[in-house]
């Protein structure tokens, strides 16, 4: 396996838009070598005869029937609301005329 090197790391910081300095840089080439020989270390664990999951316990979706139930009216929603106007919550301004 290549070996990942100091140009591919700097490289992919600035795709991933992080700012590494050289110390960094340096610091994190050989670890990424590592975690990427660790990876490939698993290909040759698993045979040809085991099937890839995304789950080791097959998951079934349990869907409920959908119930149309009355939802609240206007006035019922608003009845609690410290202040409303024209079927509205009434809300203190936060921006400024200046949008």
Do not use: C, W, Y
């Not at 040809?48 to 119930?67: K, Q």
């Not at 509205?88 to 005329?97: K, T």
């Amino acid at each position: 396996m290549p070996e990942i090197t100091r140009e591919e790391v700097a490289h992919l910081a600035n795709l991933a838009r992080i700012d590494l300095s050289d110390a960094e840089l340096d610091h994190m080439a050989p670890q990424l070598n590592v975690i990427l020989e660790s990876v490939a270390s698993f290909k040759d664990a698993v045979g040809d005869d085991v099937v890839p999951t995304s789950h080791p316990i097959p998951l079934t979706n349990v869907f409920r029937e959908d119930v149309v139930k009355p939802g609240l009216t206007a006035e019922a929603a608003l009845a609690m609301a410290p202040a409303s106007e024209q079927q509205r919550f009434m809300v203190p301004r936060i921006l400024g005329d200046e949008q």
